[in-house]
């Protein structure tokens, strides 16, 4: 995961995306550099799950320019004219990013290493033992090796949380996408999955992660962006930010949650 | 971690709980009456004369009622297939945002559900008549095979696609009840694992899905083994048919109808232990433990009656409390 190459990892240039008539972004600019690892806050309602989602096209942009490691996301660029990349695309696009959302959504009726291993097999076509081998490997990292036959509703929302984590990592991805991780959790079990969080920042894994807590920002993000009303207010250094805000809604924001 | 927790109370030296269970007599009124009611039923089923056992006996395996069993059992099956396969594509092309698709399938359900099942028999029984011949081959244009429709569509022919483009039509509502049961955040993890539509529906949405459509099915291929009987206006010997064509000659109407309605209930008895079966399979990581039958229901909502206890399912690990 040691960065490979010196263009961003996410480029999003004036990305504008409405839900019919109501425009939620409205010009994002911003970039994650490879190895970065980027905090974004903002209130409720700024757009923050929109632009994570338009990042892995779960949303397609209505305006702009959206590339991951310097390709167009769901499109490519055709003789000068924008070009609807196909189903099968799209799909490897999007394996190659992981996305670690906030109600978990790891599949009921599988088990944990079953959760684990279905995309690199069925996906990536992985040998079984192969996916197996890595996805017992990185339940170990995330603390549940030995949770790997129970189905995910035998397990606590922390422990669940991280199974997702170690499903978005055995697909090696070269960018992971984190939507509130910690928001559903019990504040006892918040810590679990900030360890882990934690851990991955500091082996240079690339991270753009949606998050209220202000204590895993300042610590372990390079850089916060903030955003409010569909687009970036602020962003720089999480000191910068959060010690010297320039801008007032800023201040506003963060004298609430600080 | 909790069976360890468990482990450790029970070596403990804590006081077993011995309480006094609380009464109910209302109970013991009710299962007494019912018990009652139970014993005049059978004492009549064994004095009454009229009801033929003998005859009931020396038909039961006659060559004619197994006959009539075995057609209705094919009919049930195949009818249930053609149902199953047709209303599920039919609920995915419901679901899909082809505004076509989903406007056909729609159609067919309105169409299939909207008519009587009766008029639909004889309509496929008779179609000769609309079309005499049915061909294959081009759309409007050169034909490639060709026959004649008495010939294509026999009475079992017109007895299945009767049953199974109806059925198909009441399937397809289940399985969409069951795709719509299925969180979107389903979705999304499988799209952003770089899943395909059609994989995601297979590995993903339909397996979760049959926890809400295996009851409902279940109750309908009971309801088909009963609905095939409906087949005789087609003059198709199944079991009920076959049952009246004894009796037409011999006049043992009641003994005879018996012996169709034991053999339906037997085959009932089967299926819903099939079924059983079935929903215990797809109920695998419902929850925390064995929710979903009616055993585990009837465990919570009478949690308090001593007498309800039931052991330990195997393999439950977080059961607790009890
Ligand atoms: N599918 C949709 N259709 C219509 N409007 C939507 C849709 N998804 C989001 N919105 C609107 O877009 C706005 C931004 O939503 P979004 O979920 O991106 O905010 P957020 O910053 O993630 O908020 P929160 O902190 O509450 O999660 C909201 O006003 C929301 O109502
Ligand atoms: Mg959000």
Redesign the pocket.
């Known amino acids: 995961m040691i960065p490979t190459s010196d263009r961003p990892m996410v480029e999003a240039d004036r990305v504008w995306k409405s839900?019919?008539k109501?425009q939620?972004?409205r010009g994002i600019s911003m970039q994650v550099e490879a190895g970065e690892v980027v905090c974004l806050l903002?209130?409720?309602?700024?757009?923050?799950?929109?632009?994570?989602?338009c990042i892995n096209h779960l949303?397609k942009i209505s305006a702009g320019r959206l590339l991951v490691d310097g390709e167009l996301v769901g499109y490519r660029e055709h003789g000068g004219k924008l070009v609807e990349r196909n189903a099968r695309e799209i799909a490897s696009q999007r394996a190659e990013m992981a996305m670690v959302f906030?109600q978990y959504n790891l599949f009921p009726h599988r088990t944990v290493l079953e959760n684990v291993i279905e995309a690199p097999v069925r996906v990536k076509k992985e040998p079984r033992s192969e996916a197996t081998e890595r996805g017992m490997s990185m339940l170990a990292r995330v603390g549940l090796a030995d949770k790997s036959s129970s189905y995910p509703g035998q397990l606590s929302g922390g422990q669940q949380q991280r199974v997702a984590i170690a499903r978005a990592l055995n697909m090696r991805p070269k960018l992971m996408l984190f939507?509130?991780p910690t928001?559903a959790l019990d504040p006892e079990l918040v810590g679990e999955v900030l360890d882990v969080m934690r851990s991955l920042a500091e082996e240079g894994m690339t991270m753009l992660v949606?998050t209220?807590e202000i204590g895993f920002a300042r610590e372990a993000a390079d850089r916060v962006v903030l955003?409010d009303g569909?687009i970036v207010l602020e962003s720089g250094p999480p000191q910068q930010v959060f010690l010297d805000p320039q801008h007032d809604r800023t201040k506003a924001f963060l004298s609430k949650v600080l | 971690m909790i069976a360890d927790q468990q482990e450790t109370i029970r070596t403990a030296d804590v006081p077993e709980v011995k309480a006094e269970p609380v009464r109910h007599p209302g109970n013991w009124i009710g299962a007494v009456v019912v018990l009652v009611l139970g014993a005049m039923f059978v004492h009549t089923l064994v004095v009454n004369p009229n009801f033929h056992w003998k005859v009931v006996g020396g038909y039961f395996l006659s060559g004619e009622i197994l006959g009539g069993l075995l057609r209705t059992l094919e009919l049930t099956a195949l009818a249930m297939v053609i149902g199953i396969c047709l209303g599920t594509v039919l609920a995915v092309m419901r679901a899909s945002d082809n505004l076509i698709m989903s406007a056909a399938a729609a159609l067919y359900v309105w169409f299939f559900r909207g008519t009587p099942l009766l008029v639909q028999l004889i309509f496929w029984f008779n179609i000769s008549s609309l079309y005499p011949r049915l061909s294959l081959g081009v759309p409007f244009g050169p034909i490639v095979v060709s026959g004649s429709s008495n010939v294509l569509i026999s009475a079992f022919t017109a007895a299945l696609l009767g049953l199974g483009l109806n059925q198909a039509a009441y399937t397809a509502e289940i399985v969409r009840a069951g795709i719509l049961s299925v969180p979107v955040g389903q979705l999304d993890a499988a799209a952003s694992l770089g899943m395909s539509n059609l994989m995601t529906m297979r590995r993903v949405v339909l397996p979760q899905a049959m926890r809400v459509i295996i009851p409902p099915l279940g109750n309908e291929t009971i309801g088909m083994l009963k609905t095939t009987s409906i087949v005789s206006v087609l003059a198709m010997p199944e079991l009920l048919y076959s049952a009246q064509l004894v009796y037409a000659r011999t006049y043992q109407t009641m003994p005879l109808l018996i012996v169709a309605s034991l053999w339906y209930l037997l085959v009932t008895t089967v299926l819903t232990s099939v079924q059983l079966r079935i929903e215990r399979h797809f109920a695998r990581g419902a929850g925390s433990g064995p929710v979903g039958t009616l055993h585990e229901f009837a465990r919570r909502a009478f949690a308090h009656h001593a007498r309800f206890r039931t052991p330990a399912p195997a393999g439950a690990a977080i059961t607790g409390g009890r």
């Open positions: 839900f019919g109501t939620v972004l903002g209130p409720s309602g700024s757009g923050k799950t929109t632009f994570l989602r949303e906030q939507d509130e928001s949606v209220h955003m569909g």
